[in-house]
Every structure is written in structure tokens, then in C-alpha cells.
């Protein structure tokens, strides 16, 4: 099956319960682009985590403009676990996982109750966790689906040239993955896309999907 014959597939087997996630990064575009062609009116789930490049909210702004997205949803941190576990912003510093968990896994988990599928961006070439990752899996009772999995950068980008897609400010400046500023750097040539992400912590994923690190993250604020 297709990416765009899944995502037709699953919109007509859970009608109204299928929703997208997107970091609007390095490569969102493609898969906003497929989902757009089928159903403008699919919920998007952003995590806006206030640590964002101002590019990535420029970036986010445009491209929902430019495809016609309909429900774009900036998903939040509770503010009163903010106030009290990371009251002056720096918990990034000291404690990644713990500000993944308050600012990303949470919002996420508390957004999904409506929903029975979430489709996100997550492709074996980025590499570590993701190199076995299977396009549709059932994770806490829901299906999460990546339908571009199996696509490569040349596939990315090829796709990306055919239907005129717009870059992420940041790409041409070497950022090949893209999250919040704090904690992304420029990919150094022959690294993984991934590898600006945390770079020298050890640290390879978010969260939000269900990795180890879901599960660190999880405990990290229990």
C-alpha cells in the first residue's frame, strides 16, 4: 500500500479519529503535503513547546497557509508544571528527559484521547531507534502510523523538487533535523540526520513515540 492509499485506508476505517502530528521541521513538509492532497481538514497536532526556533514558528505559519491546513492545534505544557518544575526555562540543561516529558510527552498523551490514529513523520534513514521501526504499530490501544517510513532522503527530496515544497529555513544552514533550539545543532557532513539532536548526551528521541526513552521520559516526573 501507498503512503497516500494508508492514510485513505485509515481515514475511512476511523472516521473523524485520525490525526497528524508534525514538529514542522526538516522534512514535515512531505508528509503535511500528502495529508493536505487528501483531507485539508485532518487535525495537526503541533507541540509547541516554547523553545522553538523562531524559524520553525515562521516555517509553521507558512507551509499550514501554503497547503491549506484547517486545524492546526499548538499543544501546550501545563503552566503549573512549568511554574514548578521549571520555573526559569533551563530544565533542558540539566535534565533533558524531564523537560521532553513536561513539554512534549504530556501535552501529547493528554491530546490524544480524542483520536484512535496518529500518523507522524519517523523514517528508518534517520537512523538509531528508528532504523527497525515498522510503518503501522499498536501502541496503548491506539495505531500509530508513519506512512513514510521506508522513504529514503533521495525519496524525500525528490518528492519535495516535483511538488515545489518549500525548506525549513534552517535546512540550507545545515540543520537536517530540527527541534527545539536548545537542543539542536547543525548535522556535520556524513552524520545522520539526527545527530544534531542532543548531540553528546546519548540522547536520540523525544519521547512522544513509545521507545525507551518514552518510558525514561515517563518516569523522569513520576
Known amino acids: 500500500?501507498?503512503?497516500?492509499?494508508?492514510?485513505?485506508?485509515?481515514?475511512?476505517?476511523?472516521?473523524?479519529?485520525v490525526a497528524v502530528l508534525s514538529s514542522f521541521g526538516a522534512e514535515a513538509a512531505v508528509l503535511l503535503h500528502l495529508v493536505a492532497g487528501i483531507d485539508r481538514a485532518m487535525p495537526v497536532l503541533f507541540l509547541e513547546t516554547?523553545?522553538?526556533f523562531p524559524e520553525t514558528l515562521a516555517y509553521r505559519a507558512a507551509l499550514a497557509s501554503r497547503?491549506?491546513?484547517?486545524?492546526?492545534?499548538?499543544?501546550?505544557?501545563?503552566?503549573?508544571?512549568?511554574?514548578?518544575?521549571?520555573?526559569?526555562?533551563?530544565?533542558w540543561s540539566?535534565?533533558?528527559?524531564?523537560?521532553?516529558?513536561?513539554?512534549?510527552?504530556?501535552?501529547?498523551?493528554?491530546?490524544?484521547?480524542?483520536?484512535?490514529?496518529?500518523?507522524?513523520g519517523r523514517k528508518r534513514h534517520h537512523g538509531a531507534e528508528r532504523t527497525a521501526l515498522q510503518a503501522v504499530r499498536q501502541e496503548d490501544g491506539k495505531l500509530r502510523v508513519s506512512p513514510l517510513a521506508l522513504w529514503d532522503s533521495v525519496h524525500i527530496a525528490a518528492y519535495r523538487a516535483e511538488h515545489d515544497l518549500p525548506?525549513?529555513?534552517l535546512f540550507a544552514r545545515g540543520y537536517a533535523s530540527i527541534g527545539c533550539a536548545p537542543c539542536t545543532?547543525?548535522?556535520?557532513?556524513?552524520?545522520?540526520?539526527?545527530?544534531?539532536?542532543w548531540r553528546g548526551t546519548g540522547k536520540t528521541e523525544c519521547g512522544i513515540?513509545?521507545?525507551?526513552?518514552?518510558?525514561d521520559n515517563?518516569?523522569?516526573l513520576t
Open 67 to 91: 497547503l491549506g491546513l484547517r486545524d492546526v492545534r499548538d499543544l501546550l505544557p501545563d503552566p503549573a508544571l512549568l511554574a514548578g518544575l521549571d520555573p526559569d526555562g533551563t530544565l
Open 167 to 169: 525548506d525549513h529555513p
Open 209 to 215: 513515540h513509545h521507545t525507551p526513552s518514552r518510558n
Open 94 to 120: 540539566r535534565a533533558p528527559d524531564q523537560c521532553c516529558a513536561l513539554r512534549k510527552v504530556f501535552p501529547l498523551d493528554a491530546a490524544l484521547e480524542g483520536f484512535d490514529v496518529l500518523l507522524d
Open 1 to 17: 500500500m501507498t503512503p497516500e492509499g494508508l492514510v485513505r485506508h485509515l481515514l475511512r476505517e476511523h472516521p473523524g479519529r
Open 185 to 197: 545543532s547543525p548535522t556535520r557532513p556524513g552524520e545522520p540526520p539526527r545527530a544534531g539532536r
Open 50 to 52: 516554547g523553545k522553538h
Open 218 to 220: 515517563n518516569k523522569a
